[in-house]
């Protein structure tokens, strides 16, 4: 053969080097089912990263939850310092959440009215009474005076899966919430 006057040889070797780069040039079966596998096992990985970052939003939620509650119940005492002495060792646990009378007059509540209503609309929203939806599952609060420190103490509690540490052990004191405060 020639190309611009120069001439080739190709000979049977040159064609069979050709054709078996042709054959090794796919992927086998065996390498496809290696591929699947570790892809599969990267993938059950990052199930499990999104499962655990689920329930770590799930628990931040209820904690922030459980702050807002707290706060709040922090605000209506120091709205109604005069008569703080009457928020002084509640607990929602069995507590009424039927609203004084005061809270729909037009006349409105006394002060001393207006601690009680205070405590049934909070414990209200601990509960989850009334709304429908609940904003902490088995929610509960506790206010609790010291009176040689004068420091209140409001301590939501709520049902929540334990969260597991590094080591595994489960997380204490996951599913409360305290705020200590003086007047």
């Known amino acids: 053969m020639s190309v611009r006057g120069e001439t080739m040889n190709l000979g049977l070797n040159d064609f069979h080097g050709w054709q078996s780069a042709k054959q090794e040039s796919g992927f086998t079966l065996i390498?496809?089912?290696?591929?699947?596998?570790?892809?599969?096992?990267?993938?059950?990985?990052?199930?499990?990263?999104?499962?655990?970052?689920?329930?770590?939003?799930?628990?931040?939620?209820?904690?922030?939850?459980?702050?807002?509650?707290?706060?709040?119940?922090?605000?209506?005492?120091?709205?109604?310092?005069?008569?703080?002495?009457g928020y002084q060792g509640f607990s929602t646990v069995g507590a009424s959440t039927t609203p004084p009378s005061c809270v729909s007059?037009?006349?409105?509540?006394?002060?001393?009215?207006?601690?009680?209503?205070?405590?049934?609309?909070?414990?209200?929203?601990?509960?989850?009474?009334?709304?429908?939806?609940?904003?902490?599952?088995?929610?509960?609060?506790?206010?609790?005076?010291?009176?040689?420190?004068?420091?209140?103490t409001i301590t939501i509690e709520w049902q929540e899966v334990g969260r597991k540490g590094d080591a595994g052990e489960v997380v204490a004191g996951d599913n409360s919430y305290t705020v200590r405060f003086t007047l």
């Open 105 to 152: 007059s037009t006349s409105g509540c006394t002060a001393a009215d207006r601690v009680t209503a205070d405590l049934v609309e909070w414990a209200r929203q601990v509960q989850g009474v009334g709304s429908g939806i609940a904003m902490l599952p088995g929610g509960q609060g506790r206010i609790v005076f010291d009176g040689a420190s004068s420091i209140y």
């Open 31 to 85: 390498e496809i089912l290696v591929t699947m596998f570790i892809l599969a096992i990267g993938l059950l990985g990052l199930a499990g990263l999104t499962t655990e970052g689920m329930k770590n939003n799930q628990g931040a939620y209820l904690r922030t939850q459980a702050s807002i509650l707290a706060y709040d119940m922090v605000d209506r005492i120091r709205a109604n310092k005069d008569q703080v002495a």
